[in-house]
């Protein structure tokens, strides 16, 4: 069975501390890995999609690396405003969630 | 582009009442989802539609039904509530075009069942 797991559950940075979220999975025939960000109330707002194990995007603070079981969002130098939990999916058959990561940066 | 919309907002329900809930988005998108998110599960998928009247089960269809009689529409219909349906409602749509499996989300419905 298709499965994805994030690590960690949550993670308390100061700004400008950087680090990285991470996203495992196990499915047979990847046709792609999402990441989303998603605010209190809100539906979560798509950032990246993966295809192959070797990609890397990047938007403003975030990057996304793809390898054969697992992908990494880095965040570099992260503002108050990155406040978020950060979701991963992988489409296969049907598109799977992660349970996220919840990201708190403190000023 | 108000893109994907949902109504109601917030809804609370006693149990064995029904309900539908509306999405609606204006990108012309082929694919439609409805998920539930509950604390710690991540997103579950219920139902999705691949076009106009389409429809098919996902992970977790029991208690709900839908139907999707107009290509920017998706409907979600909940026969007899069950506190257990208690969750937040995610529409969500995906053009499916050359390979492209992004999906769009609405804002959300909360829904109490007590």
């Known amino acids: 069975e298709d499965q994805v797991t994030q690590s960690p559950e949550a993670l308390r940075l100061q700004e400008g501390e950087s680090s990285s979220l991470n996203c495992s999975y196990t499915?047979?025939?990847?046709?792609?890995l999402f990441w989303y960000r998603q605010d209190p109330g809100k539906g979560p707002e798509f950032l990246f999609t993966?295809?192959?194990a070797g990609e890397e995007k990047e938007k403003e603070r975030l990057k996304a690396t793809l390898t054969k079981k697992e992908s990494f969002l880095h965040i570099t130098a992260p503002k108050p405003e990155d406040s978020a939990t950060y979701l991963c999916a992988v489409q296969a058959n049907d598109m799977r969630f992660g349970a996220g990561t919840r990201l708190t940066v403190k000023p | 582009n108000a893109g994907v919309t949902q109504t109601p907002k917030f809804r609370v329900l006693k149990t064995g009442q029904s309900m539908t809930l509306l999405c609606a988005q204006d990108m012309n998108h082929e694919y439609m989802y409805w998920y539930r998110q509950d604390p710690g599960m991540g997103l579950r998928l219920i139902h999705y539609?691949?076009?106009?009247?389409?429809?098919a089960k996902g992970e977790v269809p029991d208690g709900y039904n839908v139907s999707r009689l107009k290509k920017q529409n998706f409907l979600l219909g909940l026969e007899s509530a069950a506190p257990s349906q208690t969750s937040v409602y995610f529409c969500a749509s995906s053009p499916r075009t050359q390979g492209s499996y992004e999906q769009y989300f609405g804002p959300g419905t909360r829904l109490t069942v007590t």
């Open positions: 499915v047979s025939g990847l046709r792609g």
């Open positions: 993966l295809y192959s």
């Open positions: 539609s691949v076009g106009e009247g389409t429809t």
